[in-house]
């Protein structure tokens, strides 16, 4: 989650490069990269499970002051992982222009579901950046 924070942050793009652009990122968990961006002037919506909605809203509160003087917005929604419909797609204003995620590839459950929500989150222009340690 550090590293892609870090990437975000400090060294991928300069702050004018996220300024109003539609990010998603999923399996949030405390939504540390999604709310970064926010920081950075971006649209974020960070998902993870229904459990972790409460959390990343928590979050969110706590950080609201910094993601409104940037210019930026983060909502915490519950997201499962497959393949999204109309509706599902209509809330994610999908496509968007980034997909982030850090750490959620860890085992090989769960991956198809993952890659079909990426898929229908994404176009030829959606910039995905992915990190996760090998275990």
């Not at 928590?58 to 497959?82: D, F, Q, R, T």
């Not at 222009?97 to 090989?108: K, Q």
């Not at 459950?109 to 898929?119: D, H, K, P, R, S």
Request: aromatic residues 8%; glycine residues 8%; proline residues 4%.
């Amino acid at each position: 989650m550090l590293v892609l924070f870090y990437h975000i942050i400090f060294f991928s793009l300069p702050p004018s490069d996220l300024q109003g652009k539609r990010i998603i990122e999923i399996g949030a968990g405390c939504g540390l990269v999604g709310i970064a961006a926010g920081m950075r002037g971006a649209s974020v919506q960070i998902t993870d499970l229904p459990e972790y909605v409460p959390l990343m809203e928590s979050n969110i509160i706590n950080n609201k002051s910094h993601i409104i003087s940037s210019g930026g917005e983060v909502k915490a929604i519950s997201l499962p992982w497959g393949t999204l419909d109309a509706d599902q797609l209509s809330c994610f204003q999908a496509p968007v222009d980034f997909i982030v995620g850090s750490d959620i590839v860890y085992a090989l459950q769960g991956f198809n579901e993952l890659i079909a929500t990426m898929v229908s989150l994404s176009d030829k222009n959606t910039v995905v950046l992915v990190a996760y340690e090998h275990r």
